[in-house]
């Protein structure tokens, strides 16, 4: 009972786009790329199997002469139009593409474009785009939560290059990244905003401590990284100095179109949405298995939970065609954000009452399905992972969508060190924690 | 999302003859009906101005389901689509009018009449010169998604027709009655003028100030084979399609007045001080705020995904129209209800509209199935 | 399956005490007074038969010498101990107590003897004791909310008198009273709180426009006040000119103790409690009619209303005890008003599920019981009355009981003609409205 | 609120003995159990410190529902009460060990027991010498309400036992098992050491990392009629007591659990800056708080309510006790989930203790019945 969509755009190309695909068919089909796994699980720490199989896949993209379609031919790029692009996610489709360059792709490359100097981009894009560098973001902090310009890491100038100190968290990736962009404070006596600096920081150095986050459900694909006199040249800023929060912002906002749009190499969201409206099977056979199908209250909860998974399915590709036409502003990616929690919370809730007392403990090897399994660890873990996310969200939404007031805040005036903040973090630990 | 024949998306505001469409039925209703009319219609006994109706119909409001040969736009127009672009509009004034069940007799007519049906019907109510309703749901708790009330025996020719219909819109001042029937072996239709011997109109003390409800008794109603809409027995397809057009029309008339009063709320809240400050600077009210635009946009998008399916008659319409009833029906009583509440006391007040509109959207959440009854339809659909 | 608790505290009377109770509850059984009805509707703008009846009741009180049991003897009370109003409420629980004196009992009485002149009190003390003379408050204004503090009916001195002008809202009884305590602005040009004053107001003046203020459900138990010059005379007031604040600050607190203690003659919500846990009736018998008492989601709804109520009745005596104890403060009287919101709105939501289409449309005479016919409409109309209230109840517990830090807020310290404020209300409608 | 047999209210914070167990309770977790002890036993075989078991006995943990001539303390405690207040302050530390067990145990052989019962096993349950835990529920999806998992049959003189118990506490250490069992023509009760030939234990992968729970498989246990604790087929009311003060146990620790991590979490709240101010004055974030604080306080009120109507055999005690499981398993996860959400990404890290509180409220909310189960409980016991 699957609606058959095929969403492709061929009938609209013109020859040459034609030519394009066609070729983009051909070598995609004897690059020996693997195929792709819906809803694979994010890698985590140490898997670097993982990693290495992302960077030869880029590489295979990049010989192929499909890496950095759309960007200009003296980084290293093909130099054509976005239709080109939307062309090669199109036959891509069937194939796993490097996540772990989704980083590059998607926040550091757009950011570096616009705001870097030209030595900058000649020097590190093409080696993203060969699948050399992995780059990571290094913004958020711990003592920083979702205000993210009140951040302490302090970078001082001493002779040619600058001296970064402080601790950066929620890192995707911070352990195999080559290169980091390195959010850091450069004046504290202007208004927070005012005084921060984006660098380009080598990952690999000897004052770049990169520890794994581990979570509480035990997985660990975050990590969080304690920066002890890490030296960055001095023309390795991204943008001009104290001029960092214009480039955060571009980055966040790539990085926010992203995340709508689909991580690597986009359109799995958007494809989603024209397959049918179908009710995980999964809790459906659960329900069979127990014997509950007929009983009404389990009917009711399965009903609602189909409501809300249709619900993340038909609101996103509205939101982002709204955006697209000008209807609505790019702040609307807040409304899919703060609803894929609201959503989450809700259907683990749901889950929970389906799985009953088996979503708490389960025999190691009985037959019961992940789903029911994990459903109370969900109620414990899940979260807007960056901290306070659904409050800045909604604060966006009532703000820049329906137009309400802000609040007086003299944050945004005084000088930081005028500011309060929280203490600094503690200094690294010398071992990763030996947790399981 | 959706994709018509063409491969072409649906867009978010529609194309641009739906966005004429829009504003030009916005326009005629700020006109011509705004809310104010349901106050001035409380004890009118029709319960809406028949001149606006008709010059509505004027506008197309009745035509999108007749073709051209009848009087109608069908073949110009997107149906489901149109028709809920229009109720949502109509929800925004909290329109008193027979919009939904004439439109759904219209597209059950054009569906499955006879040609003789079809010629003495459509014109006049694409016109807007006849009200025709729809006798579907029982009377009572039954759950208003499938058709318990009323039964039909053969008679000779013709056909008995007794029981039950609730919650029947407009059938106090009906012409026309399209009574879903139980049969010997399946579902059958009857188009029945209201004045036809043995039937009684009962009306319901209703919620919604803007529209009059009514049980429909059938006491051995005897039809002739003339009156039968589609095939005998056969009938279960094209109710199921009608059930979808109601919910869809439902639905987005249900959208039209949230967004209504998220509006007039929104605006409120930066007029209104407390504390020195404008009340919608509070972060605590900003986030409910955010969450009711958050709902809203789900309900946009449920209710445009399931008029699409409805127009495209893809096979998940039935499930695409229960999941929007859900969702709508829930979240714009919750919407509207804690828009009352940021209002203060002012918002709990005769004199003050919103209650008008939370009396509509918790009216409108509880007939035609409430979210309950679709929760238990959509596990039948998907055979749990 | 009633556990019978007789909570009369009858075991620990003292021989006087003892002796008290007996001619109570002698004078009480003889002095035909009707029997107290639970849950008696509230009355409406026209019911002059309720207030003559009240005061009729009061007047009885009087003649037995139970009106203003511990109030001193020179305002015409009996100059008893506290325990002696208990023991008169145990003994009156069988009658109706004259509700519409519950304003002069709870409110007015209570800060006119901590505020109020030698002169003001035995002048009306005795009155309100006897019957004679309704107070209500004037405090809310329709410009207003819950900013009480910022509203703006001014008073102006003009001679030996007081002119009053604005308009005040949600008055229990402003029709029938015959005096009101009105809060107005004497001063604009200093802070909010430091301009008030505490009035004195004859009711039946030319000034004084009164209209009731009809609900959503066409009810209509509170008013609307017009003042257009009202007269006070210069001594009429109560407490210090400028010092009003201080005045409704006792008020709003002895109103607070007064609804968490139940309002006429106080004990009806505490006896509740003591009463078996028990699911409303009425809900159980439509579900057992309609044949639903056997499905489990109707069976789900009637547990979670069930314990709705359990909520509802169990958590203001531990509330008030906690307060009485001193192990909570006095503003824990919010969580019972949060809670009651809170509860009514989803217990509104439970009942309307159960009711489905009833709810919203039933047969004018037929057999459909009152809580499902009404239960679409009590979506609607359910509110915390006074506007803004569960907002309210929210921050003083977040900050008063939990000691999390203000907002900062300009308006405590700024001179109030310099604050944004709210436009004024309308002049008073030639007449009131016709509706039904 | 209840009134006990002199017409004395029962008070706010309860008596002065129940302040000073309170007290004492709460020194001795902090100085021998702090939360830190979860990790450090989560690779224990035993899974809780059995000294801090002991010395917790000592302090008359296991001693409540034991009369003096055993060793215990029942004439001079106010059972269910008492043991519920120590409950509450074992659940702010997420206590790991037997608390809920043993005395559900030692209350109903204290209860129904035999004499010879009574003197070999009770003195070593208060004394903390003996771990006795009780096979009550059935496994897998049944719902924790009922003893549906065991049958035993006569055989002989004796019964031979045979089913699956599920979710036992502490059941891979335990030395004697409570097991209730349909018997021909109702429930009947045995008291078996562990070591009894054809009882397998098998542990569950647990959510909740400071308890240990397993499914017992009774393979043809052959006991003996010594074993027997009450009448046999007579031993309903009995099993609903235990029940009702396993719900008390459980309730109040959760109201443990919530109230600790409602305190840490407003202490972080005025200690975390953003924006220059400390995030606990941010509105919306003081509106959550006071949900919860309110919904926190109801908790209690019913819990308390549940625990005097145990205590004192009220008729009210099985509705008193279900209505209290559903608030208090609720609210508490409700609760504690969003102070996870209000620490930001710190509280869903491993080496903050937020989770262990999250883990044992959601456990709790699941065991020993869902809110669901008890709803189906309530109306049972309405006669609806």
């Not at chain 1, 051909?26 to 199989?53: I, T």
């Amino acid at each position: 009972m699957t609606t058959n969509v095929d969403d492709k755009t061929e009938h609209v190309d013109t020859d040459e786009e034609r030519a394009f695909r066609l070729r983009a068919r051909r070598y995609l089909s004897s690059a020996g790329l693997p195929p792709r796994v819906p809803n694979e699980p994010v890698y985590q720490w140490d898997d670097d199997g993982f990693v290495a199989r992302d960077r030869s896949i880029q590489r295979a993209l990049w010989d192929g002469g499909f890496a950095g379609i759309t960007l200009p031919v003296e980084y290293g790029g093909r130099g054509l139009p976005d239709r080109f692009d939307t062309i090669f996610v199109e036959e891509a489709r069937p194939y796993r593409m490097p996540w772990a360059f989704g980083v590059n792709r998607n926040v550091i490359i757009p950011p570096m474009l616009a705001h870097g100097s030209e030595a900058l981009k000649r020097r590190f894009i093409p080696p993203m785009l060969r699948g050399d560098h992995i780059w990571c973001q290094l913004l958020s902090e711990p003592s920083g939560g979702s205000d993210l310009a009140g951040l302490l890491t302090r970078a001082t100038r001493d002779g040619d290059v600058w001296l970064l100190n402080g601790s950066k968290i929620w890192t995707t990736g911070g352990n195999h990244a080559d290169y980091g962009a390195c959010l850091a404070r450069t004046d504290p006596d202007v208004p927070k905003h005012a005084g921060l600096t984006m660098f380009v920081v080598d990952m690999k150095q000897a004052g770049m401590t990169v520890v794994p986050l581990r979570l509480a459900d035990r997985s660990a694909h975050f990590c969080q990284e304690y920066l002890d006199d890490v030296v960055v040249p001095a023309d390795d800023v991204l943008g001009e100095v104290n001029d960092g929060w214009r480039v955060a912002t571009t980055m966040l906002m790539y990085e926010r179109a992203a995340i709508g749009r689909g991580w690597d190499y986009g359109k799995e969201r958007a494809a989603r949405a024209a397959e049918h409206l179908s009710l995980s099977t999964t809790v459906v056979d659960v329900v069979r298995r127990a014997g509950l199908a007929s009983d009404p209250h389990v009917r009711q909860l399965l009903g609602e939970m189909w409501v809300l998974e249709a619900l993340m399915q038909l609101t996103p590709p509205r939101v982002a065609a709204g955006m697209a036409s000008g209807a609505l502003s790019g702040h609307a990616a807040a409304i899919v954000k703060l609803m894929s929690g609201k959503v989450g919370a809700r259907r683990t809730a749901l889950l929970s009452e389906l799985a009953g007392p088996l979503g708490v403990a389960a025999p190691p090897d009985g037959d019961v399905p992940f789903a029911v399994r994990e459903a109370g660890l969900e109620r414990v873990t899940l979260h807007n992972i960056g901290g306070g996310t659904g409050e800045m969200q909604a604060n966006t939404i009532a703000e820049r969508l329906l137009g309400l007031p802000r609040e007086p805040s003299p944050d945004r005036e005084l000088p930081f060190n005028q500011l309060a903040h929280n203490a600094a973090p503690p200094a690294p630990r010398a071992q990763p924690p030996q947790d399981r | 999302m959706l994709v018509d024949g063409e491969g072409k998306r649906v867009r978010y505001d529609a194309s641009e003859d739906q966005q004429l469409l829009r504003e030009t039925t916005r326009r005629f209703l700020e006109a011509r009906s705004p809310v104010s009319e349901v106050r001035r219609l409380l004890e009118d006994p029709v319960g809406f101005d028949p001149r606006v109706w008709r010059e509505g119909a004027e506008l197309g409001w009745a035509s999108m389901f007749v073709p051209e040969a009848f009087g109608g736009m069908a073949e110009s127009a997107s149906g489901a689509m149109d028709a809920a672009l229009v109720a949502e509009e109509l929800g925004r004034v909290v329109f008193a009018g027979p919009f939904l069940p004439t439109n759904v007799v219209a597209f059950a007519v054009a569906e499955a009449g006879t040609e003789a049906q079809r010629q003495r019907v459509l014109p006049a109510l694409a016109g807007g010169e006849l009200v025709a309703t729809w006798c579907f749901a029982g009377t009572g708790l039954s759950p208003g998604t499938r058709p318990v009330g009323v039964r039909a025996t053969t008679a000779g020719h013709g056909f008995v027709l007794t029981g039950d219909s609730g919650y029947v819109q407009d059938a106090h001042v009906a012409d026309l009655f399209l009574v879903t029937a139980a049969t010997e072996t399946g579902l059958s239709q009857f188009l029945l003028p209201a004045a036809t011997e043995g039937i009684s109109v009962t009306p319901l003390d209703a919620l919604d100030l803007g529209r009059r409800l009514s049980d429909v008794r059938f006491d051995a109603v005897a039809v002739d084979g003339t009156s039968v809409v589609g095939a005998v027995d056969g009938a279960a397809d094209h109710v199921e399609r009608q059930l979808q057009l109601a919910l869809v029309l439902q639905c987005a008339e249900t959208v039209g007045v949230v967004d209504r009063v998220l509006e007039i709320t929104v605006e409120y809240a930066k007029d209104r001080v407390a504390f020195g400050r404008p009340i919608g600077s509070f972060q605590a009210l900003k986030h409910r705020f955010a969450d009711h635009a958050m709902w809203l946009e789900a309900a946009k998008a449920v209710t445009d995904h399931a008029a699409a399916a409805v127009q495209l008659g893809a096979v998940d319409a039935a499930i695409a129209t229960s999941l929007a009833k859900s969702h709508v029906g829930r979240s714009a009583t919750e919407i509207t209800r804690d828009c009352v509440q940021i209002h203060g006391g002012i918002g709990v007040t005769w004199e003050h509209d919103l209650h008008l509109y939370v009396r509509r959207a918790v009216s409108n959440e509880a007939l035609w199935g409430t979210p309950a009854a679709h929760h238990e339809r959509l596990c039948d659909l998907a055979g749990v």
